[in-house]
């Protein structure tokens, strides 16, 4: 059984949707982030922790919906 330790979070500078990710640890994660110097008003957590492989199903299925509906662009910080 695949434990379900993988959070989804969303991160937005302000209304903008910057990326879609997913992390075992919400709070170092923010951090990292912020002293990565990506720029970011809130970090959702999205829904409660589920396995590795749902978080990357959904990850990837966020980006696309985003992709489809920006003009083929990817969120900011979604470029790789």
Avoid: C, S
Avoid at 39 to 49: E, N, Y
């Amino acid at each position: 059984m695949n434990a379900r330790d993988t959070h989804r979070y969303v991160l937005r500078d302000g209304r903008e949707i910057v990326q879609f990710g997913i992390t075992n640890g919400p709070v170092d994660r923010a951090q990292e982030h912020l002293r990565n110097r990506k720029r970011f008003t809130t970090m959702t957590v999205v829904g409660p922790a589920v396995t590795r492989d749902t978080a990357l199903d959904w990850e990837r299925e966020r980006t696309e919906t985003y992709q489809r509906t920006h003009g083929g662009e990817r969120p900011r910080y979604n470029k790789v």
